[in-house]
């Protein structure tokens, strides 16, 4: 199971496929938080069908509290940073996305990007800004960075901009370049700089720090193919699939190989959240998230 786009997939089930001859995968994907519901459901019901899954939706960390994850310690994390794995070997962060803002050059100027979340909230933007429905890893992160108070004040603040929401980010990101608004509030980098390489005019805003939201790789804990399974997430986390996660467009998470995004961020401020914390709490978050922008209902 995964909630990366199926052409992103592709790559890497044919690379595993390639590497492990005789051996057939297939992905089934979700979009959003989608997959989290399928695999509470299968876990109700005692019946999971997933191997491996792979999700950016944190709310997967409460989830494996709830022991739907298998413990294996894949030798490949030796490779991957504290922060990118838990210690009982439950999960691995294999990628890694970069929360930005984004606007159309053609529409704004460079000078007027902003550089400060607070910048968001000026009259510039009023009736300019997209926004994802379901951004409950972004506005987790800022409530952190923020604090409770300043970060609720700002949410409130920002949603009398009156944006409009869309469901997925790369749509958002198009919808940015295509001129349909000025700016998304927050964006995948890698989406942005992918259209930009395009010739599309989108580019993003310089607001540090620039945080990082992982995507997650376990094993079912009843996977009907354990072994196979393992060798899925040993070839993901090798260096040979993480340099084909850098093909689709995408940072990898392994220390040893470098993508355009991890390049182009050196020497900048870039943080992890807690994402036990936002993981934890990613249903009160969505929760609050909605009831903040009605109109991401």
Request: net charge positive; aromatic share 10%.
């Amino acid at each position: 199971y995964a909630n990366m786009d199926v052409a992103a997939m592709r790559p890497l089930t044919e690379g595993f496929m390639k590497k492990y001859p005789g051996l057939k995968t297939a992905s089934v994907h979700f979009s959003g938080a989608a997959i989290i519901t399928r695999i509470d459901s299968e876990s109700r019901a005692g019946k999971p069908l997933s191997d491996v899954v792979l999700s950016g939706q944190l709310g997967v960390l409460a989830l494996i509290e709830k022991k739907v994850a298998a413990r294996y310690r894949s030798p490949e994390r030796e490779f991957y940073r504290e922060g990118f794995k838990d210690k009982e070997g439950l999960w691995t962060a294999y990628m890694t996305n970069v929360m930005v803002s984004a606007y159309n050059t053609r529409q704004v100027k460079k000078e007027e990007a902003p550089r400060a979340l607070e910048d968001l909230l000026k009259p510039r933007w009023k009736g300019k800004l997209t926004m994802d429905s379901q951004s409950y890893v972004w506005f987790g992160t800022i409530m952190q960075y923020l604090g409770e108070e300043a970060g609720l004040r700002f949410m409130r603040q920002l949603n009398e901009q009156n944006i409009s929401h869309q469901r997925g980010r790369r749509l958002m990101t198009q919808l940015v370049a295509a001129g349909e608004f000025d700016m998304a509030v927050e964006t995948n980098l890698n989406s942005v700089l992918t259209l930009s390489r395009q010739g599309a005019p989108p580019s993003f805003a310089p607001v540090q720090p620039y945080f990082l939201s992982p995507s997650l790789v376990f094993m079912s804990a009843t996977a009907p193919r354990p072994y196979i399974g393992a060798l899925f997430i040993d070839y993901l986390l090798s260096e040979e699939g993480q340099k084909v996660i850098v093909t689709t467009n995408r940072m990898p998470a392994h220390i040893k190989v470098k993508s355009p995004e991890s390049q182009l961020l050196e020497g900048q401020d870039v943080r992890m959240p807690d994402i036990f914390d936002i993981g934890k709490r990613y249903q009160a978050i969505g929760n609050r998230y909605r009831e903040i922008f009605a109109g991401a209902r």
